[in-house]
């Protein structure tokens, strides 16, 4: 994935923000997602275990922010 950022400077030259376009946002967001659930279903205290497959069938259900 190619990420070409747009910075966004302040009175001093100094970045302050970035920005990205909307695709490549999603697909950040997208890997964050995947990261965080990896790890929630790793947890060893979590007695609500899922397997892979009803992993992914439960990510389905999640409504999506956009």
Known sequence: ??????YIIDEHNHRIAVQ????TFEK??????NYA??????EEDNDETL????AKEYYKTLEKHK
Do not use: G
């Open 51 to 54: 397997d892979l497959e009803s």
């Open 20 to 23: 990205l376009d909307i695709k």
């Open 37 to 42: 659930l990896y790890h929630l279903m790793r």
């Open 28 to 33: 950040i967001e997208e890997i964050f997602e």
């Open 1 to 6: 994935m190619k990420i070409n950022p747009n």
